[in-house]
C-alpha cells in the first residue's frame, strides 16, 4: 500500500513541480495564458482518465 502510494506521488511531483517552474517565469514575464495551461495538462488528464496514470486522489480516497 506505501509504495502504491509512493508511486502516485512521484508521478504527479514530476508532472506538477515542471508547471509550476514554468508557470511561475511565464507569469513574472506576462506571458502565461490559458493555452499553456491546456496545453500543459491535456495529456496528463487524458492519460488519467483512460488509466495510465494512478488518480492522484486515490491516497487520499483510499485513507477514509
Do not use: C, K, N
Request: glycine share 4%; charged share 10%; proline share 9%.
Amino acid at each position: 500500500m506505501m509504495g502504491e502510494t509512493q508511486r502516485i506521488v512521484a508521478v504527479w511531483a514530476v508532472l506538477t513541480l515542471p508547471f509550476i517552474l514554468f508557470a511561475t517565469y511565464l507569469w513574472i514575464h506576462d506571458d502565461l495564458s490559458p493555452r499553456f495551461i491546456v496545453a500543459y495538462w491535456f495529456a496528463p488528464i487524458a492519460l488519467t482518465l483512460i488509466g495510465v496514470f494512478p488518480a492522484p486522489w486515490q491516497p487520499i480516497a483510499e485513507s477514509v
